[in-house]
């Protein structure tokens, strides 16, 4: 099994910085995706960027630009620096892993690998 752990959330003001981190145990983090999703009360968990083993990333259009996901391959590690955060930012984050030699996929559904989350609030 693969067991995933956040941390790194909590309150900051508009336009404030959070780095977010994200550590997988007990599988390798060869050919592997991991990402980052999103999810306010009532809706489904958005994407909000994904890395895969080999360097590759990818952005969702409303956090290009204030967001960078880079990782660790030798620790299994994710981070997630947030600059320029909005109150629309606010939610709680969560890590994704799944086995992939394709490109990541930004549907949820996708992902079998889960972290608790951790909560990333922004005030206006």
């Known amino acids: 099994q693969v067991q995933l752990v956040e941390s790194g959330g909590g309150s900051v003001q508009a336009g404030g910085s959070l780095r977010l981190s994200c550590v997988a145990s007990?599988?390798?983090?060869?050919?592997?995706?991991m990402a980052w999703f999103r999810q306010v009360p009532g809706k489904g968990r958005e994407w909000v960027a994904s890395?895969?083993?080999?360097?590759?990333?990818g952005y969702a259009e409303s956090v290009k630009g204030r967001f960078t996901i880079s990782g660790d391959n030798a620790k299994n590690a994710l981070n997630l620096q947030m600059n320029s955060l909005k109150p629309e930012d606010t939610a709680l984050f969560y890590c994704?892993?799944?086995?992939?030699?394709?490109?990541?996929?930004?549907?949820?559904?996708?992902?079998?690998?889960w972290g608790q989350g951790t909560q990333v609030t922004v005030s206006a």
């Open positions: 007990g599988e390798s983090y060869s050919r592997a995706c």
């Open positions: 890395r895969r083993s080999d360097g590759t990333t």
């Open positions: 994704a892993r799944r086995s992939s030699t394709q490109a990541c996929s930004s549907n949820s559904g996708w992902y079998p690998y």
